[in-house]
T-cell receptor, first 113, second 114 residues
Framework: GENVEQHPSTLSVQEGDSAVIKCTYS??????FPWYKQELGKGPQLIIDIRSNVGEKKDQRIAVTLNKTAKHFSLHITETQPEDSAVYFC????????????FGRGTSLIVHP | DTEVTQTPKHLVMGMTNKKSLKCEQHMGHRAMYWYKQKAKKPPELMFVYSYEKLSINESVPSRFSPECPNSSLLNLHLHALQPEDSALYLC?????????????FGSGTRLTVV
């Protein structure tokens, strides 16, 4: 299956700082890369995604960048706020033609007021 | 309606009980999923339904039995569970099962087996 590595496992920042979370994948045929945010007591929520025909996508304070050559994609959050505190998961399609995504291990983001 | 609704939110059951988890979506999604999530871990796939047919069973023990009565509903029937089955059970849906669709997750059922 797809090997998806996500770093860091924990990220602590001050309010207003930027946060970056990175995922690497192994299947060069992968073409869809979503990011999910999971708040305490809730299910994961799709917050942004990118397809392989673009290198960057922005939505207000969040952005995702994709480097297909290096096989990694990153989530960028600018001007962090306490409500950004959550666990963030990346996902990438599994290898071998499977359509089932493999989730990264998750990053616990803590934004201190 | 852009939600996946799961009931109940919390469930405590004994090892001899039979219970069911329910999931509903009205987005016209044709793929529905059951995931199990342990604390501080990513969601772990259990079952995939595509067009109301079971397409993937990730070697889940038979004490978990999925059912898809129609395109909007997904059930997970539980029987003779073990304490280690205690977890957050998440339902999700996507437009299709293809590789380039994101998932919409429900808020989950927090299951405790005593």
């Amino acid at each position: 299956g797809e090997n998806v590595e996500q770093h860091p496992s924990t990220l602590s920042v001050q309010e207003g700082d930027s946060a970056v979370i990175k995922c690497t994948y192994s299947d060069s045929a992968s073409n869809y890369f979503p990011w999910y945010k999971q708040e305490l007591g809730k299910g994961p929520q799709l917050i942004i995604d990118i397809r392989s025909n673009v290198g960057e996508k922005k939505d207000q304070r969040i952005a995702v960048t994709l480097n297909k050559t290096a096989k990694h994609f990153s989530l960028h959050i600018t001007e962090t706020q306490p409500e950004d505190s959550a666990v963030y998961f990346c996902a990438a399609p599994s290898s071998g033609g499977s359509y089932i995504p493999t989730f990264g291990r998750g990053t616990s983001l803590i934004v201190h007021p | 309606d852009t939600e996946v609704t799961q009931t109940p939110k919390h469930l405590v059951m004994g090892m001899t009980n039979k219970k069911s988890l329910k999931c509903e979506q009205h987005m016209g999604h044709r793929a529905m999923y059951w995931y199990k999530q342990k604390a501080k871990k990513p969601p772990e796939l259990m079952f995939v339904y595509s067009y109301e047919k079971l397409s993937i069973n990730e070697s889940v023990p038979s004490r978990f039995s999925p059912e898809c009565p129609n395109s909007s509903l997904l059930n997970l029937h539980l029987h003779a569970l073990q304490p280690e089955d205690s977890a957050l059970y998440l339902c999700a849906s996507s437009q299709e099962t293809a590789r380039n669709y994101g998932y919409t997750f429900g808020s989950g059922t927090r299951l405790t087996v005593v």
